[in-house]
């Protein structure tokens, strides 16, 4: 049994931390927030992988993980169905994920108001050091401190997020608000609109506390949209009070200003119904949208894994269960290499060529997104076409691709944005 602790209490550190304490090792998780984490996050699109992890884990899906989506939709400009697409998926939510891991693993093993500031290693043992004061040691550290690694900052410092050009705006609008039109042409679907440049999608998601029931449930959105770095970034994260948040602005602290003119462009932009949803969102928020690729994620007895690793655009659908999959590769490793740098290193080869190709793939499709719209047409035919595309590519299972190195489409790797 070995000793190891996880950094990051999140749903990526949350998996590590399962499967490794369920091989019987000696785990313990320090995450720098207090309270329940929970509400962070909005929709969260699943696949087969994530049911897999999440068992691995421990943990017996069920029906109750979400909501079954059976179909694909496009609406134009006016409201009506551009077109459609056959695709069952299961959509859950940030803090449904949450919750399964967090109360499956030991309160007592879950340390918060842990703020790691320093680690150090030497050949035998990891030494971390939080802010509070409190230190701790163990075999291997597994760090799953998100897309702004403190961790990742001290080891690989040149590593860094970079802004991809766009926002996506989110939020959740609840079922029961909206109108008989968006119910019956939209609240069903995995829904698309695709104004030039942009692109709005959303899906239904389990409302409060888990409610699946007709009625109770809610409506995902993120829509997409283009914000230069040196003004309109600026003034998007910005606060009422003058307040300017560089990395990220807090939810409620979202301009009022923002909000209201975001609603009234969904109005010219959008399909009525996606629109509406907009308008009976009580709190919509916003988030800049980064690109992350490491090239070395295993260092000595220290490994990075999750966000603090890899950062894909969202349009492919796979932040969670990627943190899944590289839990899985590291507990596994683990098992068969001993805790030790050498299975850390195994782990970096099974999983770091695949990371980055999760990052250009992201980068791929949102480069598409991107200039679907500026080809000026928004012809039926044209606009048809490119729903296509985008609905049989946005957030789909892509295993098969990326294990036949095949996710990222020739000639676009050498081209991608690279940190
Ligand atoms: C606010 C938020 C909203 C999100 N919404 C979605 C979504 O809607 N859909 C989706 O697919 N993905 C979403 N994600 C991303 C998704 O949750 C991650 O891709 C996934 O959880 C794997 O990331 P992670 O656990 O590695 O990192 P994160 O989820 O970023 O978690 C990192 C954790 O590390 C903790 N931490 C950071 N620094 C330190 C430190 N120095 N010491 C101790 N602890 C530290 C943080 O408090 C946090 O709990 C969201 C993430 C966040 C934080």
């Known amino acids: 049994m070995a000793k190891i602790i996880v950094v990051g209490g999140s749903l990526g550190g949350l998996f590590a931390a399962n499967m490794l304490l369920k091989q019987g090792h000696d785990v313990i998780l320090l995450e720098k927030a207090t309270g329940l984490l929970n509400g962070r996050g909005a929709g969260i699109v699943t696949h087969s992988a994530l049911a897999d992890a999440l068992c691995e884990a421990g943990i017996q899906v069920d029906d109750s993980l979400g909501v079954l989506v059976k179909k694909r939709v496009t609406l134009g400009h006016d409201g009506q169905c551009l077109a459609d697409m056959d695709l069952p998926q299961i959509l859950t939510s940030w803090s449904r994920l949450y919750q399964l891991l967090k109360t499956n693993f030991p309160e007592d093993r879950y340390l918060q108001g842990k703020n790691v500031h320093f680690v150090n290693q030497d050949s035998d043992q990891v030494y971390v050091s939080c802010a509070d004061g409190s230190k701790f040691t163990a075999d291997l550290l597994i760090a799953s401190d998100g897309i702004r690694s403190t961790i990742r900052a001290q080891l690989a410092p040149e590593i860094k997020p970079k802004y991809a050009g766009y926002i996506a705006w989110r939020g959740v609008c609840d079922e029961n608000r909206l109108s008989k039109l968006t119910l019956d042409t939209l609240f069903d679907y995995f829904g698309f609109c695709l104004p030039k440049g942009e692109q709005m999608l959303g899906y239904p998601v389990a409302g409060q506390n888990n409610d699946l029931r007709p009625g109770m449930r809610g409506y995902n959105f993120v829509w997409y949209r283009g914000a230069t770095e040196s003004d309109e970034l600026i003034k998007l994260l910005t606060d009422d009070e003058g307040v300017f948040y560089p990395t990220g602005i807090p939810p409620l602290k979202v301009s009022k200003k ?55 655009r969202p349009h492919v659908g796979m932040g969670v269960t990627k943190a899944g999959d590289e ?92 940190n």
């Open 327 to 418: 839990a899985i590769a590291i507990a596994k490793q683990i098992k068969n290499l001993g805790a030790t740098p050498v299975a850390l290193q195994a782990y970096s080869n099974e999983r770091l060529k695949i990371g980055q190709d999760v990052v250009a793939r992201a980068q791929y499709l949102g480069l598409y997104m991107q200039s679907q719209g500026q080809k000026n047409s928004l012809e039926h035919d044209h606009v048809k076409r490119n729903a296509n595309t985008v609905m049989a590519e946005t957030a789909v299972d892509i295993s098969g691709l990326l294990a036949t190195g095949k996710a990222v489409p020739d000639g676009f790797a050498n081209t991608s944005v690279k």
């Open 258 to 312: 923002n909000i209201e003119d975001i609603r009234q462009i969904a109005k010219t932009h959008l399909a009525p119904q996606f629109s509406e949803i907009l308008e009976k969102t009580s709190a919509p928020f916003l988030q800049p949208i980064y690109d992350l690729r490491s090239e070395q994620v295993v260092f000595g007895r220290i490994a990075l894994m999750g966000d603090a690793a890899f950062v894909g």
